[in-house]
């Protein structure tokens, strides 16, 4: 290495020290400001999808609806002999319209019921068998109600049961049937151990240009006791 003149000889190459001294300076500034903006935009988004999970938008106008999806209203076995099924003041329901009543309570709605033309085993060996197979074929279920003034509901709750760490196939053939844009979606669902598993992110790739909220989960043992529990989670997301 020669030095001569105010010059550094590099690899046969002269390059100014000031000069040298100037382009690195405007490189790093450069680099900073890419970096500050890419810090800001990632904050943003974070926030806009914590805030799109836990506070929900209404409109004045609109209304709630609860949708669900129970095997005992899908079956013509006696409810009452069925794990899916509690008795409150003396009439059968499924584990998720109970859940569904304790959230009517709190926020009141109107009540839809996801009917399939097709009847589920109200016994609990076969259900899971049954439930195991139409996951497998990927089924899609002919439902036999349908909702005919959807434009009226701005928040849709829907509850379900998580089977084999899924959604049930009605709820495909739901989603399919409606484009819930612009909406807000509230899932509620109970289980046996495995909490949501996937079955949120799967309704928001169904639909995506719903905001999809943060959803309440109990055990299907635990639904009579879960009053307090739903009425936090609905105060964390202001309804």
């Known amino acids: 290495m020669a030095k001569g003149n105010g010059y550094v000889e590099i690899?046969?190459?002269?390059?100014?020290?000031?000069?040298m001294k100037n382009k690195i300076i405007a490189v790093l500034s450069i680099l900073l400001i890419i970096s500050l903006s890419g810090c800001s935009t990632r904050t943003e988004t974070n926030t806009n999808t914590n805030s799109t999970e836990k506070q929900i938008v209404r409109s004045g106008d609109k209304k709630i609806l609860l949708v669900y999806f129970a095997v005992a209203e899908n079956s013509e076995v006696d409810a009452i002999s069925s794990a899916s099924v509690r008795e409150v003041n003396g009439e059968a329901k499924g584990n998720i319209r109970v859940l569904a009543d304790t959230i009517q309570r709190k926020v009141g709605g109107d009540f839809f019921s996801i009917e399939t033309e097709q009847d589920?085993?109200?016994?609990?060996n076969p259900l899971i068998d049954f439930a195991a197979k139409e996951q497998k074929a990927n089924a899609r279920l002919e439902l036999v109600s349908h909702i005919e003034?959807?434009?009226?509901?701005?928040t849709i709750?829907?509850?379900y049961p998580n089977w084999w760490y899924d959604l049930p196939m009605p709820l495909y053939s739901f989603f399919e049937e409606y484009d819930f844009s612009g909406k807000n979606i509230i899932p509620f669902a109970t289980h046996n151990g495995s909490?949501?598993?996937?079955t949120i992110e799967t309704i928001?790739?169904?639909?995506?240009?719903?905001?999809?909220?943060?959803?309440?989960?109990?055990?299907?043992?635990d639904v009579l006791k879960v009053e307090a529990d739903v009425a936090k989670w609905l105060d964390e997301m202001g309804i």
């Open 11 to 19: 690899r046969g190459e002269y390059m100014n020290n000031k000069k």
């Open 120 to 124: 589920y085993p109200g016994d609990l």
């Open 149 to 154: 003034n959807l434009d009226n509901y701005d």
């Open 157 to 159: 709750f829907i509850g």
């Open 195 to 198: 909490g949501f598993s996937n």
């Open 204 to 221: 928001k790739k169904l639909e995506p240009n719903a905001a999809v909220m943060k959803g309440f989960t109990t055990s299907q043992v």
